[in-house]
Structures are given as structure tokens and as C-alpha cells.
């Protein structure tokens, strides 16, 4: 636990001195979500009303429960749950995988992602736009770096679960799914771009959004 712990602020402070976000012109800015004031970020939250719980998350602590068709769950901690981080320009997450379960091609258009792995072995990789597939099997202890704004994926590549540490050098890096940004986007994407650029026909288009689409309760 305590070299864990060692390498969360190592990475926390790699990320800050990269961070993207920018600079900070205070001691603390605490997010402020409810101010109704749009910014590039969130306004300050009055510092006589800031207290402990701004800077406090244990939802990384324990493992989260997977339960979906991809076998894998992202918990974040950016700013939108710990309120503190706004302005400082850094944030982790916790990846939890199933056997044979995996993160799927995504992006994060606002910032590099590192990660250190928990427990298990996995496949990960990134795609640079010159269409090269940078990859690696990455074990128990050791780190990947996925620079921003490129596709990447890990996959579980055993028979027992696995998790991961993310590191953000944002509070708030954001996060597109390829899959779910194509064939799931409200109002849909045109079934005559989707068949034109993956130069398939309609029906495979409509089975590929059946299947992403959202289960009805």
C-alpha cells in the first residue's frame, strides 16, 4: 500500500508540472457547480464556506462492481466530485476490468492519461494519427503513458480481474467512446456517413446501434 500510495504522488505532482489546465491565480478555488455562472471551469465557492470535504474522495479505495457487456467501469475523481481540484489541473480514476474485459477505444481530448497498474495484466495501446498502433503488455507495477487526444483501449488479458490507476494532468479530462460517439450520439449520425465511411450497409449499421444503444428500464 505504501509504495502505491508512493507512486499516486509521484504522479500527481508529474502531472502538475505538465498540467494542461490552465494556471491557477489563487491559494484555492473550490468548484463551485451550483453559482449558475458558465466559465471555462467552475466559479470559486466562497472560501469562508470551503472546508475539508472540498479536498476529500474514497471512492478509488475499493474495487468497483463491473456489470456490463464490456466488462470493464471507469470511477472518476476529477472535479466533479472532489470540488477542490478546480483550477489545479490534475485528477485519477480508478479502472476496474473483468476477465477478458476491456476499456474500449476512447479519447481524452483535454489531457494525457498515465496509468499504474493495480493488479492483473493487460493489453493497452494508442493509435498516433499517422495510424500506428503503439502497444504493450503491462503488468502488476508498471506504468503507460497515452498522450492527449489519442485513441487508446487496455484489455484484461487474463482469467481474473484487474484495475488500474489513471492519472490526468486535468481536472476534468473528458472522455469519448468511438463506439458510443458514432452510433449512439443524440440526434443520431446520418446512416449515409456511417455506411460510406465504414463501407458496410445499413443493416450492419443498425445492428452495431441495437446494440449500443441504451437499455430501457
Known amino acids: 500500500m505504501a509504495a502505491i500510495v508512493a507512486y499516486l504522488v509521484i504522479f500527481t505532482f508529474i502531472s502538475s508540472a505538465f498540467a494542461y489546465d490552465p494556471d491557477m491565480l489563487q491559494d484555492i478555488c473550490v468548484a463551485n457547480p451550483s453559482a449558475g455562472i458558465k466559465v471555462n471551469g467552475f466559479t470559486c465557492k466562497a472560501e469562508a464556506n ?88 503491462v503488468k502488476k507495477g508498471e506504468i503507460f503513458v497515452f498522450p492527449r487526444g489519442l485513441v487508446h483501449f487496455q484489455k484484461n488479458n487474463g482469467d481474473k480481474g484487474a484495475s488500474v490507476i489513471s492519472a490526468f494532468n486535468s481536472q476534468l479530462p473528458g472522455t469519448q467512446s468511438i463506439a458510443m460517439t458514432l452510433f449512439a450520439s443524440t440526434p443520431a449520425v446520418p446512416d449515409n456517413v456511417l455506411t460510406k465511411a465504414f463501407q458496410v450497409g445499413t443493416k450492419e449499421i443498425d445492428k452495431i446501434k441495437a446494440k449500443l444503444a441504451p437499455k430501457k428500464s
Open 50 to 137: 470551503v472546508t475539508e470535504a472540498d479536498f476529500f474522495f474514497a471512492g478509488l479505495a475499493k474495487p468497483g462492481k463491473v456489470n456490463n457487456s464490456v466488462g470493464s467501469l471507469v470511477t472518476a475523481a476529477n472535479v466533479e466530485k472532489i470540488p477542490g481540484l478546480n483550477t489545479l489541473g490534475v485528477s485519477l480514476s480508478r479502472i476496474d476490468y473483468a476477465p477478458d474485459g476491456l476499456n474500449p477505444p476512447h479519447t481524452h481530448p483535454r489531457a494525457t492519461e498515465m496509468i499504474f497498474v493495480l493488479e492483473g495484466e493487460l493489453d493497452v495501446g494508442f493509435i498516433t494519427t499517422a495510424d500506428k498502433l503503439i502497444s504493450k503488455a
